[in-house]
């Protein structure tokens, strides 16, 4: 099976790789200085259990970051070929069929999207009918009732 | 083993029942629009919080626990501690209402087994949709709630109380002869946890003789966070909406869907954070005036014809004025909270303030969780409405969903709902 790949720009790569070294250097501060006593049996020492609680959630936090880490996929410009297609990073255009209203997105991995700032996931149903599409297509966002865009713009 | 979309679903619609039943007592008390079982949970979570911490209790257990501690009401009905002593007639009725319950041990004993056996049975009803994980941790969490088994059961069982007497005594006022004193009688038969006694002494002197107590800034805050049962959510006013749902009913059902889903993610998250991001979500607007993204366009429509076509699409506009708006929203409620929460201690203050900013810049994976879980929770409710009146649409919910939603378990759960609220 396909292993997910995570697409970050060069200030979110930035940002993760960061994370992970602050949760290392947590890792180790916490396993050094914070253990408390494990000399009662977890069932009559809360502290020890939650201690182990937060241990787990620390390790679970750190495999995350490593994993995406390991599959990382940088976004950057595409190559001249291809700037007339809406890839990831795209800031993307849309007209309304229905009323010329125009809407915008930029196209990104799931860990820098932010959908009220308009910064949509490449894995959200919008993101995914973007993909791809050249300018002058029409892009169909299926739903209960449908809702039909043509690409007006895309731009780097 | 995971739970399917379709029972995910069908138990989140038979908790979104709790959003409708009111409180029974303040039925009997011919309260006006009382409060419901949804919107009571949502406040006994906050005195979890506040509370339990003082008390150094385990908030991953407590949150929870208060949050899913009423879910056996959807099929028992919120049975008060009167249960099944009232006498028909209604002034023999309002006469036992008046003080506490009185009735030998035995009788305690065997009313107390026919209601735990009658609230299991219902309980077990309202979870069999779930995988038999997610039934056991609901379980053993209203077990422990309801034996007193654990520090955390028994403090969410004392909260409880104390969070509906502190209700009765903001719809009836500090008044020494009403239906309060068994209410007093009652909560001081059960409280025992020393924070939660001084709490009662700070309510007592603060409400009753208006004197400077220990918890005045818990007390304030917790008072604060129950206006939110009385503030409608704005989106479902613009529209019109019959009895739009108040902003606690909301973040009951989003608080609890997050936590629900977060057993089905994929990956191992933080479900305390994540319950304390669904609770803070909408607190800045006990102060703060709601704004819908639709308002500043329906300010300039001059038509009904023209507020119809506005709100029946999500919002289009550049991602310049989208990243403006947002932020000129996220500084405006990070300044009102900051303002509701200074009461509080400076350590949970400060945990409140980072729940903001991470859920604001929705960069942690309990942050995108917490805010698809938002989205979601709002189209179910959106799709509910839409069953209710023909004329809702349902179109710019679905839009932001479409364009909000990449997890793979909120997907499963959309597709669920088109399913099964499509016009046929």
Known sequence: ??????????????????????????????????????????????????????????????????????HVELISKPAKGKRLEVCMGATVELVDESDKSVNEYTVLGTLEANPMEGKISSESPVGKQLLGKKIGEIVVINSPIEVKYRVQNIRY | MKTEANDLLSFFLSSSLLKSIPRTGWVWEGIENPETIAEHCFRVTFFAWVLGAKANLQQSRLLPMALTHELCEIHAGDMTPYFDILPEDEEEKQKVLQRWVRLSQKKKEILSRKKFDLEKKALDRVLDPLSPLLQERLLSLWMEYEKGSSLEGKFVKQIDRVEALLQGIEYLGPKPDSILVGWWEGTEEIVDHPILRAFLKTIEHRLYENKASDMDGELAFLMEVGKLKRRPRRGWVIRDVQNPETMANHTFSHALMAWILSWEAEIVLNRDRILKMCLLRLLCHSRLEEESPFDNLLRKAKTQEERRHILGKWIRSSSREKRVRNEKRYLEE???????????????????????????????????????????????????????????????????????????????????????????
Request: hydrophobic share 35%; glycine share 2%.
């Open chain 1, 1 to 70: 099976m396909e292993e997910k790949k995570y697409y970050l720009t060069k200030e979110g790569l930035d940002r993760v790789q960061k994370e992970h070294n602050d949760l290392l250097a947590f890792r180790k501060k916490k396993t050094m200085d914070d253990a408390p006593s494990i000399l009662q049996s977890e069932d009559v020492n809360p502290e020890y259990l939650v201690y182990q609680e937060d241990l787990h959630l620390l390790e679970a936090k750190i495999a995350e970051h490593e994993n995406i880490l390991k």
């Open chain 2, 334 to 424: 990070e300044k009102t909270l900051r303002q509701i929460i200074a009461p509080l201690d400076s350590l949970l203050q400060e945990e409140m303030l980072s729940c903001k900013k991470e859920y604001g810049e929705n960069k942690t994976s309990e942050a995108r969780f917490t805010n698809q879980a938002y989205v979601l929770e709002i189209l179910l409710r959106a799709f509910q409405y839409a069953e209710e009146d023909t004329n809702f649409d349902i179109k710019p919910w679905w839009e932001w969903a479409s364009e909000s939603i990449d997890n793979s378990v909120f997907a499963k759960l959309m597709n669920a709902m088109d399913k099964r609220f499509a016009k046929t």
